[in-house]
């Protein structure tokens, strides 16, 4: 089992730069696939990104592509989601989530421990 807590959200206006950080214990860290995914209401949960255990690796939403970074400091046991130029669209609540594996996949259903959340809001 695994704790993820999540930080760094918040209100901001578009374009302006935001870093959510997640901070993982509980388990050996660097071992884990680390993913971001976001939800809005009556929608169901897509991943952002996504990174490899040992960070060669990560995966970006197309729409996100660009504009938002994944990063890990297995050292730290911590992810970054790092978002440049967020827009009104990227307004959701946001979730870290730890893997069932070391390899990185898109789908929720490949991560067993969830983050609560941290809601971003983007204005225009």
């Known amino acids: 089992q695994v704790q993820l807590v999540e930080s760094g959200g918040g209100f901001v206006q578009a374009g302006v730069f935001l870093r959510l950080s997640c901070a993982a214990s509980?388990?050996?860290?660097?071992?884990?696939?680390m993913g971001w995914f976001r939800q809005v209401p009556g929608k169901g949960r897509e991943c952002v990104a996504a990174?490899?255990?040992?960070?060669?690796?990560?995966y970006n939403l197309d729409s996100v592509k660009g504009r938002f970074t994944i990063a890990r400091e297995n050292a730290k046991n911590t992810v970054y989601l790092q978002m440049n130029s967020p827009k009104p669209e990227d307004t959701a609540v946001y979730y870290c989530?730890?893997?069932?594996?070391?390899?990185?996949?898109?789908?929720?259903?490949?991560?067993?421990?969830w983050g609560r959340g941290t809601q971003v809001t983007v204005s225009s």
């Open positions: 990174i490899n255990w040992n960070v060669g690796t990560t």
């Open positions: 989530a730890a893997g069932k594996r070391s390899i990185l996949t898109m789908t929720a259903g490949g991560y067993d421990n």
């Open positions: 509980g388990r050996t860290f660097s071992f884990y696939a």
